[in-house]
């Protein structure tokens, strides 16, 4: 009976956050639910019921962790906002779960390294930007790694 109880518990937990979710709207940038900013988690899901995105929204924008999949339910994409702005570092991986990207943002903005692999994990891209510039010295290597570019900014 404790067992039953607590799968009832988990199933209306469950729906009264899918019914919570239904009520947010995005109006421009804003999450707003009841005429009002949204705050809490938010969740979306695709149309066989998977998680499509996993998200924090503070005050009616994006905050926090979010974490982005594929209808297969592998990560998609990764990192952080801050203010509705990307911040911090981001990870991009394929419907496969190999990762292709890294990159770093600072209040929305291009900001630190960047790398790209190909789908079999082999380097491609390695860039810098120093808020939303581009500076160091990028490279490119092709599919046999081998360094096939190399500029200076």
Same mark, same amino acid.
């Given at each position: 009976m404790?067992?039953v109880m607590?799968?009832i518990?988990?199933?209306?937990?469950m729906?009264?956050?899918?019914l919570?979710?239904a009520g947010?709207?995005k109006?421009?940038?804003?999450?707003?639910f009841?005429n009002?900013?949204?705050?809490?988690?938010?969740?979306?899901?695709?149309?066989?019921?998977?998680q499509?995105?996993?998200s924090?929204?503070k005050?009616g924008?994006l905050?926090?962790?979010v974490?982005?999949?594929?209808?297969?339910?592998?990560?998609?994409? /990764?990192?952080? $906002?801050? %203010?509705?702005? =990307?911040?911090?570092? #981001?990870t991009? @991986?394929?419907?496969e779960? !190999?990762? &292709?990207?890294?990159?770093s943002y600072?209040?929305g903005?291009k900001d630190?390294?960047?790398?790209?692999w190909?789908?079999n994990?082999?380097m491609?891209y /390695?860039m810098? $930007?120093? %808020?939303?510039k =581009?500076?160091?010295? #990028?490279?490119m @290597?092709?599919?046999?790694? !081998?360094? &096939?570019?190399?500029?200076?900014?």
């Amino acid at each position: 009976m404790k067992k039953v109880m607590m799968m009832i518990g988990i199933v209306l937990l469950m729906t009264s956050n899918l019914l919570a979710q239904a009520g947010i709207e995005k109006n421009g940038e804003l999450f707003i639910f009841d005429n009002q900013p949204y705050t809490g988690d938010f969740n979306e899901y695709f149309e066989d019921g998977s998680q499509k995105t996993l998200s924090t929204i503070k005050n009616g924008k994006l905050e926090g962790r979010v974490v982005y999949f594929y209808a297969n339910g592998a990560k998609k994409e /990764q990192g952080e $906002y801050k %203010n509705n702005q =990307k911040d911090g570092n #981001w990870t991009r @991986w394929t419907a496969e779960g !190999n990762r &292709i990207a890294t990159a770093s943002y600072k209040n929305g903005v291009k900001d630190g390294k960047w790398f790209i692999w190909d789908e079999n994990g082999k380097m491609r891209y /390695q860039m810098v $930007y120093d %808020n939303g510039k =581009k500076i160091d010295t #990028w490279y490119m @290597w092709d599919e046999n790694e !081998n360094l &096939i570019s190399e500029k200076a900014f």
